[in-house]
């Protein structure tokens, strides 16, 4: 088979060397911290494992309270569904998946996941320091 015509899929587990170019508080509970770096030229975003598109809203630190309020409404019947919040949040940007690493990813996805979860003790542990 000629090398134009092979097909590589990326692993979605990467180990970069990165410096932090950006430290913003946005709010006084959420911070972001913005890296980069050569070894981050590839580097896809979790939409590109999922297959979801990645929305900021504008106003940040209104999004952990409507994300209550909307909730709250799911609850109790007011909306059909958490969709209802595309009516009350602006969003900033969005981050759309790339379909080549999508596809790329779909193989891996499932021992991602796997990894994920068996790791969640050791994420846990390291977060108490």
């Known amino acids: 088979m000629s090398s134009d ?16 170019r950006g430290v913003d508080r946005v709010s006084p509970n959420f911070v972001r ?5 050569v070894d ?4 896809g975003t979790p939409g590109d494992v999922y297959d979801a598109r990645i929305k900021v809203p504008k106003l940040l630190e209104e999004a952990t309270s409507m ?5 709250g409404g799911v609850g109790v019947g007011l909306f059909r569904d958490f969709d ?4 009350f949040i602006e969003i900033d940007c969005e981050h759309a998946p ?6 790329a990813y779909a193989s891996s996805r499932q021992t991602f996941e796997m ?4 790791l969640t003790g050791v994420y846990a542990h390291m977060a108490r320091g």
């Open 115 to 118: 990894c994920y979860e068996a």
């Open 98 to 103: 790339n379909p080549n690493a999508v596809k």
């Open 40 to 43: 981050l030229d590839d580097f």
């Open 5 to 20: 015509t092979t097909t590589r899929s990326r692993s979605p587990f990467v180990l970069a060397r990165a410096e932090v």
């Open 84 to 87: 209802a919040i595309e009516r």
């Open 33 to 37: 911290i913005t890296f980069g770096g």
């Open 67 to 71: 994300g209550a309020a909307v909730a």
